[in-house]
């Protein structure tokens, strides 16, 4: 079974920059995963950051960025912000074309 | 403004039924695929079953196939989902979302997501 692999946890200064990463027990991710990322704050519903590695979803400010870094895909917040403290959950498509969640990053900024 | 509403959780027993409803409303429903995406309490998202804006293809995780049922009805602008033969793990918030196509990979895509139904499987 193919897990989605994703940090535990991960914690970022006001104001500064972090990578989160995705990826794959079996293989390199590529853009032929389209991953995707969402955005859950505590209690609330996700909200979509990007899709398709890297088109921003509407509304989303431009400080979140999507790419593919080395084998996985990756997520960066530059400037982060307080509410910016959310867990972060993303996305691969299989052969199957159907979709896997990764177990989610909880991002403290402090 | 594009919208998404859940309704129809609650409590139930093992071996029970349930239907949960999603009102749409702000966008043409039939023009994009739907999904069910649920969240065991204090735990991850688990996709749990995708339908194409025409309601002809359906897609189910392996956890569900068999058990749950997506529908749609594009006249009322509402997706169901009917979940029989309910067991404890598949307690959880139940969370409706619009894709960005009708089909394919991009409708099972994850837009714009209700504020969720909770569903609590229990004797």
């Known amino acids: 079974q193919t897990v989605v692999t994703q940090e535990p946890s991960f914690s970022v200064s006001p104001g500064g920059t972090v990578t989160l990463t995705c990826g794959l027990s079996?293989?390199?991710?590529?853009?032929?995963?389209?991953p995707s990322w969402y955005q859950q704050a505590p209690g609330q519903a996700p909200r979509t950051l990007i899709y398709s590695t890297n088109t921003r979803s509407s509304g989303v400010p431009d400080r979140f960025s999507g790419s593919i870094l080395g084998n996985k895909a990756a997520l960066t917040i530059t400037g982060a912000q307080a509410d910016d403290d959310s867990d972060y959950y993303c996305?691969?498509?299989?052969?199957?074309?159907?979709?896997?969640f990764g177990g989610g990053t909880k991002l403290t900024v402090l | 403004e594009v919208q998404l509403v859940e309704s129809g959780g609650g409590l139930v027993q093992p071996g029970g039924s349930l239907r949960l409803s999603c009102a749409a409303s702000g966008f043409t429903f039939s023009s994009y695929a739907m999904s069910w995406v649920r969240q065991a309490p204090g735990k991850g998202l688990e996709w749990v079953s995708t339908i194409s804006g025409s309601g002809g293809s359906t897609y189910y995780a392996d956890s569900v196939k068999g058990r749950f049922t997506i529908s749609r009805d594009n006249s009322k602008n509402t997706l169901f989902l009917q979940m029989n033969s309910l067991r404890a793990e598949d307690t959880a918030v139940y969370y409706c979302?619009?894709?960005?196509?009708?089909?394919?990979?991009?409708?099972?895509?994850?837009?714009?997501w209700g504020q969720g139904t909770m569903v609590t499987v229990s004797s």
């Open positions: 079996s293989d390199s991710v590529s853009t032929s995963y389209y």
């Open positions: 996305v691969l498509y299989m052969n199957s074309g159907l979709p896997v």
């Open positions: 979302a619009k894709g960005i196509a009708a089909a394919g990979r991009r409708g099972i895509t994850f837009d714009i």
